[in-house]
């Protein structure tokens, strides 16, 4: 069953409920209230037996007894009325209609105490209302005619039934428009999922909207696609730039080793200079298969995020770029602490200060200072074209000026995406008297600082 015909049964069906409810009480609310009203009437009309004796009862095959010259009692309005004597025998009645007697009513004309109010069916097969009082001998019953009553309470379930069938209707009617109108979002998603299953497209419009729950899934949907989308591209464009990038090392050391393939017989120095060559092309070459992975698989889930004090790591790395590069590094930091994943952070740090030394040809040391979670790396190199400050932490970029340094063009990437994972920014600017300022700043811990 489709969920358009599950909503609609559900509102018919409570539709129906309500109709049948309201009119079950509207119906017994009317009848008991007709009856009510036709047991006053009785109430009064049989007050008339202080009225009536002996001398005075209607004969049997008289009319109705009435008003008249002797001073008889007017029960023309009762319709039909019964003498019961002491043993419970009709002996006298009216309108030719015998209403049934029971035992308590029996009873009633044999003690001449209480009385009995019952509903009964008549001679003629009508319904009447009985009213059966005691007399001084026997019992007098008034009875009134239910036929009136019973067309009211006909014609009233009629109309309930007739408004009810036509609640559930409207009901079902409105229940399958509402379904239409919101499993037309749905129907959107589900169509939407099916061409992304069967094409593995994800820049598919989804046209869901609105503010409750589906417009919220659709956008949401929406919003998943967009993002698989973007990582698939990033995913695509990381691919062609690495395969970009690594075309040129690569042909380096072909060239080389082909070189020393057809050329056996080169002088030393020629050689030593070819196999110098080889080794820092397999060395940039490592390194830039290194920073594609780690730029590829992005921020490792195995690895916690703990309480890291920078400078900690700060010195960790200078001392490893220091002794590989042969710089002097200079530090200067204070005791910020920041939730961090410790290897990550090295991994910033470092390319930091590689990119700093690859740039910075003087003998001046290299500066890197820690402030309040903003970690800063200065060198004294020929600094960043103002087009270029804007795109140095772009994948893969590099400026005209740098481009015949080694490098992949990756590591200033790295610095941005480890910064962003940590909910941290990057920055890059000109020092006013030369060199450039590269660095991060991370979200530090509130607490007291370290000793």
Do not use: C
């Amino acid at each position: 069953m489709t969920l358009r015909a599950k909503l609609a049964l559900v509102l018919a069906s409570l539709a129906a409920l309500a109709a049948i409810g309201v009119g079950l009480l509207s119906y017994d609310a009317t009848s008991t209230r007709m009856l009510a009203e036709i047991d006053r009437t009785l109430l009064r009309s049989s007050r008339a037996r202080d009225d009536l004796d002996d001398d005075r009862l209607p004969n049997s095959g008289g009319g109705p007894p009435g008003r008249g010259g002797d001073g008889g009692v007017q029960l023309a309005s009762l319709e039909v009325f019964q003498v019961l004597d002491a043993a419970g025998q009709i002996i006298i009645q009216t309108n030719g209609v015998t209403l049934p007697v029971n035992a308590a009513e029996k009873a009633v004309a044999s003690t001449g105490q209480g009385e009995v109010l019952r509903t009964v069916t008549g001679s003629d097969k009508r319904e009447f209302r009985v009213r059966t009082q005691s007399r001084r001998i026997g019992a007098f019953q008034f009875g009134r005619d239910l036929s009136e009553m019973n067309r009211v309470l006909h014609d009233l379930r009629s109309r309930i039934l007739l408004v009810g069938g036509v609640a559930v209707v409207l009901a079902a009617f409105a229940g399958w428009f509402a379904a239409r109108g919101l499993t037309k979002s749905l129907s959107a998603l589900t169509e939407a999922a099916s061409e992304v299953s069967s094409t593995g497209r994800l820049d598919i419009d989804v046209a869901a909207g609105g503010r409750d729950e589906v417009g919220r899934l659709g956008m949401a949907f929406s919003t998943m696609l967009n993002a698989l989308n973007t990582s698939r591209e990033d995913q695509r464009r990381l691919v062609q730039d690495a395969g970009h990038e690594l075309r040129t090392p690569l042909t380096s050391l072909r060239t080389n080793v082909d070189v020393l393939r057809r050329h056996g017989d080169l002088p030393a120095e020629m050689r030593a200079k070819v196999l110098d060559d080889l080794d820092i092309e397999v060395a940039e070459l490592s390194s830039l298969v290194e920073e594609v992975v780690a730029v590829g698989s992005g921020r490792s889930p195995d690895e916690p995020s703990i309480e890291v004090r920078i400078a900690d790591v700060v010195e960790s790395a200078a001392g490893r770029v220091g002794r590989r590069t042969g710089r002097t590094i200079d530090i200067t930091a204070d005791n910020s602490v920041v939730l961090a994943q410790r290897s990550s952070l090295d991994r910033a740090i470092t390319n930091l200060l590689d990119n700093a030394a690859k740039f910075d040809n003087s003998a001046a040391p290299i500066e890197i200072s820690v402030a309040n979670g903003r970690v800063a790396v200065r060198d004294h190199g020929p600094g960043i074209a103002p087009e270029d400050l804007d795109l140095v932490f772009d994948r893969f970029y590099r400026a005209v000026a740098a481009r015949s340094q080694p490098g992949s063009g990756l590591g200033l990437s790295i610095v941005a995406e480890v910064a962003a994972a940590h909910g941290g920014t990057t920055f890059a600017a000109n020092h006013p008297e030369r060199g450039a300022i590269v660095g991060f700043e991370l979200p530090i811990i509130e607490h007291p600082p370290l000793t």
